[in-house]
């Protein structure tokens, strides 16, 4: 018999793997969000370290249940085992949501950065085609294989770290060369905890995908070590590239500069390389994004036939393709993400990848919450894993509240569709015993 731990269905190792954490939560969010924190001054900071600390407390979690439960479904997996199969399915329509509806956003972020270079997919049907096409691109290759999916991730990964570094890189010469005359000499802005709360559910748009190895854990390699390892030194990695970065620039940039720029990233490194600097930047953050996008596609495939295989959502979704891959769940979700995208493809691709973005959170803060709750109940032995997962719940309801009325509203909502898809493949299951 084989060794399921070594099986060709298990084609990630440790360093896709790695690429998968790093490469989802890197992605469209540290190129934009200078520009929108930088009226927030050391609140902007200040919630950068929670939310970082707050990642870390998550990434904590995530790591302690995969090791003990390092099957598909993540966040699903650990609320089924917890509180069966009712609450499981509640998490795992959550996550999917935020999935789904966190994919389009990241397509249209694709779009947004190359419309620098091509100003004409700035708006309008240009920039929706580009965005379907690219959304579709990436479901056709993680189709394809998991295989193919995680050395794309790899690549994209390596590339989107580039331009941070080179913003870390300037930053420590102008503090070498020109010493204190090289902090900007912005006027103080007084700290509250509103402000800090906002900061922090800005910000952790970018730590979005700390979970991404527990989903597909089924398809990695030794899965009880290489899971929990990912996903705390990825989360470490992520937190300290956004720290260095987003100091660099708060520092260092004027903040009424920062606010009004379109690209912060290039107006701080052209005061190395010029006006070109612009440019450059964009298609690397074009990169960077289309990496994101290709890692979420992924989840987008795994979580509903992880459901399915549960059992709590129709069978029709377990069915796999020649290549292993959950190819039905991959075309339902790519359907949903292409009708979130129609539904205001006229406007601007900042207004739409705002709102896309944080309705998408929204829906999905029952994931991480039930999560941490988990963990309290199947890791009671577990002491440092008990204290991070309440620090955990604590962080994720601060979330919410700084999400505000808007955003949550509508994730009610989505969450609410749930409820007759539930019920329904109930009936099913009991009319077929």
Not at 181 to 210: D, E, M
Request: proline share 5%; with cysteine.
């Amino acid at each position: 018999m084989s060794d399921p731990a070594s099986s060709p269905r298990r084609a990630l190792g440790f360093w896709p793997t790695l690429a998968l954490v790093v490469g989802n939560m890197i992605g469209s969010g540290i190129y934009l969000l200078p520009a929108t924190l930088a009226p927030l001054g050391a609140n902007a900071l200040i919630g950068w370290g929670v939310t970082i600390l707050g990642a870390m407390a998550l990434a904590f979690v995530f790591a302690r249940l995969a090791a003990r439960i390092p099957c598909a479904g993540g966040p699903y997996a650990f609320a089924d085992a917890a509180f069966g199969p009712a609450v499981g399915f509640a998490v795992a329509w959550s996550y999917w949501i935020l999935v789904w509806a966190g994919n389009g956003a990241l397509a249209i972020a694709v779009v947004s950065a190359l419309s620098v270079p091509l100003p004409q997919l700035g708006s309008g049907a240009p920039a929706f085609v580009t965005a379907l096409l690219l959304f579709w691109t990436a479901v056709a290759v993680n189709i394809r294989g998991v295989a193919l999916a995680g050395r794309i991730q790899l690549v994209t990964a390596v590339l989107k770290l580039a331009p941070l570094v080179a913003v870390i890189l300037l930053a420590f010469w102008l503090l070498v060369r020109e010493g204190g005359t090289a902090i900007a000499a912005n006027p103080a802005v007084s700290i509250s905890a509103n402000a800090i709360a906002g900061a922090v559910a800005l910000t952790f748009w970018g730590f979005l995908g700390v979970e991404s190895a527990t989903v597909p854990a089924d398809k990695v390699r030794n899965a009880a070590r290489i899971v929990p390892l990912a996903t705390l030194l990825g989360t470490a990695l992520t937190g300290l590239v956004y720290v260095l970065v987003a100091g660099s620039i708060g520092l260092m940039m004027p903040a009424d500069v920062t606010a009004a720029s379109p690209a912060p990233l290039a107006e701080f490194l052209g005061r190395a390389w010029g006006s070109g600097a612009l440019q450059v930047v964009a298609v690397f953050a074009a990169i960077s994004a289309l990496g994101t996008l290709n890692g979420f596609v992924l989840l987008q495939g795994e979580m509903p036939w992880a459901m399915a295989r549960g059992g709590v959502f129709p069978a029709w979704f377990a069915k796999e393709s020649r290549h292993g891959t959950p190819a039905r769940a991959h075309l339902v979700s790519g359907v949903l993400v292409t009708i979130v995208m129609a539904l205001n493809y006229t406007g601007s691709t900042g207004a739409l990848f705002a709102e896309i973005a944080t309705i998408s959170l929204a829906a999905g803060m029952l994931a991480y919450f039930v999560s941490a709750l988990a963990a309290l109940k199947l890791l009671a032995g577990d002491r440092p894993a008990q204290l991070a997962a309440i620090a955990s719940a604590g962080f994720v309801l601060w979330m919410i509240y700084g999400l505000g009325l808007h955003a949550n509203a509508w994730g009610l909502g989505l969450l609410a569709l749930g409820i007759p898809v539930f019920l329904w493949v109930r009936r099913s299951r009991s009319d077929r015993q």
